[in-house]
């Protein structure tokens, strides 16, 4: 892909859909018995579509040779940041009434809203350290191991998810599962690029 | 852990905590956010996956230890006492709540009718099996069918009713269609919808929450915002069309109920 300039803006438009619907059912009181729990509900679930999405470019890179994806995968992230930080601003708003000791005290006591916390921490220093600038201030190798943190975001997030309801209904368990796929494919990747590096010197087939 | 609750039982029990005066929730909000998990587990798609149910005809047999077990019609059944108005705050273990004006009877009246045995202590109850009519028994998200139980004397407890209807209509499916169970004072699962079966029991019969999960859910569930949730905090509620509110202890009907936990530690009886 020659200029991805228009693929990014109408990823740009699209992504923002899911908040313009939110606002959409807010607005003529669309949301159900309880509006708070379904937008916490519709920020939670997007911002873990984002962050599978974001897991997703490299593997349907390295699998398919498309290596324009990648252009997309920045804006991946930020969605998935900007869902988590409405989210957290939806809880922290209509949920805790604007009480910082509050949120701070419920963190700490209760282990759902911890990880959900943490997934949203871990990001913040990827959504900063996501401009140009900042990946040439870093070093490629520096900001690339910074990024790891998104797999640790990744399944704090599913737990997050997992930890909420009653019963494990089957949206956490797929999100579940997307993130454990996701993993595990970069695991065996791992595994290979070891294998293959291993090799090399002893390559008496490369004649 | 210091809980004030009365500690006698008050000699005008009769009328009192019947009709709260808070506002009522909406009957559109009470018929389309109901955690029935026989019809689906989410609260929102209940009300659509309950629309065809049929409950009727319906029976309810009533025996265990008792001097006259029946087996009731429905009409029978409801013609045993007149339906009452009974405005009562629902608090739901997650953490939200209502204010439902159902019309039913107190259970007493129909306990009454059988005549319990000395030896029966508890009441247990159990929901229709009937995977046809409710789709989601055919998943595992819970063992089948759905059951519940009360202390005897928390049974015959004035408040604590067989509900037919709200805002005086027909109790809508997803609300426990046809005669569920309503105890105010605990949380909502104790409220056991569609019942087909209640027996009298000597020994503490099981009850499926708190065999799904033992650490989580006890018994008695009993309301009470001084012990959480091992996951959540059980302090404040979400009051359904009005916003977070503190969470009275038994839901604010300690006046009423205390005086059957006297001496009870209600952490470890949770």
Redo the contacts between chains.
């Keep these: 892909m020659k200029d991805p300039g228009f693929a990014k803006f109408v990823l740009l438009v699209n992504g923002a859909v899911p908040l313009a619907m939110l606002g959409w059912d807010a607005y003529w009181k669309e949301l159900g018995a309880n509006p708070v729990n379904s937008s916490l509900h519709v920020t939670g679930t997007t911002a873990l579509v984002f962050i599978v999405l974001t897991l997703m470019v490299t593997p349907a890179r390295k699998l398919t040779g498309w290596n324009w994806l990648s252009h997309f995968r920045r804006m991946l992230g930020l969605y998935a940041f900007f869902y988590g930080v409405a989210h957290l601003s939806i809880y922290f708003a209509f949920d805790q009434s604007f009480s910082l000791p509050a949120v701070v005290r419920d963190t700490l006591e209760h282990r759902y809203i911890f990880f959900g916390m943490a997934a949203l921490l871990l990001m913040a220093p990827l959504a900063a350290t996501s401009t140009n600038g900042m990946i040439k201030r870093l070093g490629a190798a520096k900001w690339k191991r910074l990024h790891r943190l998104v797999y640790l975001s990744a399944v704090a997030a599913v737990v997050h998810y997992l930890l909420i309801g009653k019963l494990v209904g089957p949206k956490p368990k797929a999100f579940a599962a997307a993130v454990a796929i996701l993993l595990a494919y970069r695991v065996a990747a791992g595994r290979f690029a070891g294998i293959r590096k291993a090799r090399l010197p002893t390559g008496s087939s490369a004649a | 852990m210091d809980i004030a609750v009365a500690t006698t039982r008050p000699a005008t029990q009769s009328a009192a905590g019947f009709v709260t005066d808070e506002p009522r929730t909406d009957f559109?909000?009470i018929t389309?956010?109901n955690n029935f998990?026989e019809f689906s587990?989410?609260?929102?798609s209940v009300a659509e996956m309950a629309a065809r149910f049929i409950s009727r005809p319906w029976q309810v047999s009533v025996g265990g230890l008792c001097r006259k077990p029946a087996t009731f019609d429905l009409d029978d059944l409801l013609r045993i006492a007149p339906a009452e108005e009974r405005v009562y705050r629902m608090r739901c273990?997650?953490a939200?709540s209502m204010v439902i004006p159902w019309d039913g009877f107190s259970l007493s009246k129909l306990l009454d009718r059988v005549q319990p045995l000395s030896d029966a202590r508890y009441v247990a109850f159990q929901t229709l099996l009937d995977p046809k009519r409710l789709p989601n028994q055919n998943g595992g998200?819970?063992p089948w069918p759905y059951v519940e139980g009360l202390r005897m004397d928390e049974a015959m407890h004035p408040l604590t009713i067989l509900a037919s209807g709200i805002y005086g209509k027909q109790l809508p499916a997803q609300d426990g269609a046809p005669v569920r169970l309503v105890t105010p004072w605990k949380y909502g699962f104790k409220g056991i919808k569609s019942i087909v079966k209640i027996e009298l029991r000597s020994q503490q019969p099981p009850t499926t929450?708190n065999a799904?999960a033992p650490n989580?859910y006890g018994f008695y569930a009993n309301v009470n915002p001084q012990v959480?949730h091992p996951?959540?905090?059980q302090a404040a509620e979400?009051r359904?069309?009005v916003g977070?509110r503190p969470t009275l202890m038994f839901n604010g009907y300690a006046d009423e109920v205390g005086w059957m936990y006297a001496g009870m530690d209600l952490r470890a009886n949770f």
């Design positions: 559109q909000d389309h956010y998990y587990l989410d609260k929102e273990v997650e939200w998200d819970l929450w799904v989580e959480d996951r959540w905090s979400r359904i069309g977070i």
